[in-house]
């Protein structure tokens, strides 16, 4: 691998690199400036809402659109000048397209196939890859006659057997029914970490990105609002959009005070967490972390559902609708109607800056 | 869902049916009459007409020539067809909808007015009376049936086949021939089949274009008919029957007909 040297672009260190990629249809730009570098091995996910960019951004990556700037790096070699079929990157799509006229055996084939693999490496490679993914017994069945569960491994399989330097993911789960998702989720991971392949997952399901990444990259309307592993980006979301996208969450307008030691939420004043800046603020606390009792935020419970494992109660309080969830240790939470407080522990909560949206 | 008709729906069905087939049924008895003139077989079929078209250098002759225009004529639709068809689904490119109803417009225009125009052209170019001017005019009349089967095969296949062979390592002839064309080749042979029909059947144009020496069957027929109504007629229709109940048979078992004509491109033969 000789390091590429523009005079533009400095080549980068890391695995792949990419760089102010951007695109623009009619004016319309649906990736903006969109960065990031990834590290050999590591699984990383665009999550965001439909029309993010995040699609677009893997499809870039494909090669299947140009971008309209930017740059693409892998182990420093420029991607961009490449067509997708010499860009060695695996890519499993959301309709898994396999070739119907295909087995699944000769699906798999197909990329050793086109790369002039010998015969005895290539059927030896397939019924590797044929193992990996669980099917041993089905490469003589047509895709027509396997599940969509079986399909999606078949594509799978059909990406890793070349030994793509990257795997890119296009939704590959969400044509599966939701017990089925769960389990191809792990199966997913385990086949990641078997093969170590840098792994790169479009999803809009925030479940599905942290149960899978080592990083998320937190998309909106073309632009990264937040990149980190799940646990951090979770606890600590970039603004109050990455923390209601990753699941449910309580916002509080609050406000920092003047020592920058104190928190207070109306009349409720606590210890900040963290020196902070004095000023307007916004406290998440994820629906976990809050719990009833005296003081704290007062609100009027106004639904409780009884979820098995936990209870999930909606209250409107003096600062908006909150949400808290329990885990059923057995104590029975307020009644619908009833008045109650919601306390935290100083460090449950997250501040964040105020939404400065238009 | 129950699987039974009404009586008068069944009524209905079997009229239809005899109302349908029992001129053909008709011709065919006819044509094995002893007879100078056309009518039923009563003192015995007598394969006479037959041994007559057989003898018949005309008839022989206009039959070799609708074969060969319509396998010649429909293999070129065929070809021009598959590249057409993948410009128009699978690209956007300015006057793609004009290069669309372009290609579709000799199903709009009349058959009489475009055998005037070949008429003129041909002989303009002279090409009048040629087996090239007739490949010329039929391969543009039958051009839309190939060009609609292929366009609804490829329209059915998932584009993201072609950008899961080019993840794979494969080039854009090597997607077409082992992909692409595997996948939409029910649809072209279904195409090739109604052209070569359409071609072989084609009167109201060809009988501008048609010569003396080159002439195609159904309008030496339509020229035969016009002095004399003998069982010839009927022999000559019931080989083609025979012929074409013998394609349909032969279709069906290779590819299933409902398939073919429907032009789906469920890859179902498992070879």
Known sequence: MSPVTKADNTPSASFLAIDGLTKTYNKVTVVDRFALEVEEGEFVSLLGPSGCGKTTTLQMLGGFVDPSAGSIRLEGRDLIAAPPSKRGLGMVFQSYALFPHMTAAQNIAYGLEVRKVPRAERDERVRQALDLVGLGAYGDRYPRRMSGGQQQRVALARALVIRPRVLLLDEPLSNLDANLREEMQIELRRIQQTTGTTTILVTHDQTEAMALSDRIVLMRAGRIEQIGGPEAVYARPANSFVARFLGKTNLFPGTVGADGRSISIGSHVFAAPAAATPGATIVAVRPEKLGFGEGGIRGVVRNRVFQGTQWLVELDTEHGPAIVQRQNLGAVPPAIGEATGLVFEPDAVHLMAPEADK | ?271
């Open chain 2, 1 to 271: 869902m129950s699987g039974r008709n009404g009586f008068w729906a069944l009524l209905f069905h079997t009229v239809f049916v005899i109302f349908v087939l029992a001129p053909i049924v008709v011709v065919c008895v006819v044509a094995f009459t002893p007879e100078g003139y056309l009518s039923l077989p009563v003192n015995g079929p007598s394969l006479r007409w037959f041994e007559a078209l057989l003898n018949n250098r005309d008839f022989v002759s206009s039959f070799q020539a609708s074969l060969l225009l319509g396998t010649i004529s429909a293999t070129l639709a065929a070809l021009i067809a598959v590249p057409t068809a993948i410009a128009i689904v699978r690209h956007e490119f300015p006057g793609r909808t004009a290069l669309l109803s372009l290609c579709m417009s000799p199903l709009m225009v009349p058959s009489i007015v475009l055998g005037v125009a070949f008429l003129r052209f041909l002989s303009q170019i002279g090409l009048g009376g040629t087996m090239v001017g007739l490949v010329i005019s039929h391969v543009i009349i039958i051009t839309p049936f190939v060009l609609r089967t292929i366009m609804n095969s490829l329209g059915s296949l998932d584009s993201a086949l072609d950008n899961a062979a080019a993840s794979l390592g494969s080039d854009g002839m090597t997607t077409f021939r082992r992909i692409t064309l595997p996948l939409i080749a029910p649809g072209i042979l279904s195409g090739w089949v109604l052209a070569f029909i359409n071609s072989f059947d084609e009167v109201t144009m060809t009988i501008f274009i048609a010569s003396p020496g080159l002439t195609t069957l159904p309008v030496r027929l339509m020229l035969y008919i016009e002095d004399s109504i003998d069982p010839l007629v009927a022999a000559v229709s019931t080989v083609l029957i025979v012929l074409a109940v013998l394609a349909m048979v032969i279709l069906d078992r290779l590819f299933g007909l409902d398939r073919m004509l429907i032009g789906t491109n469920d890859a179902d033969k498992d070879k």
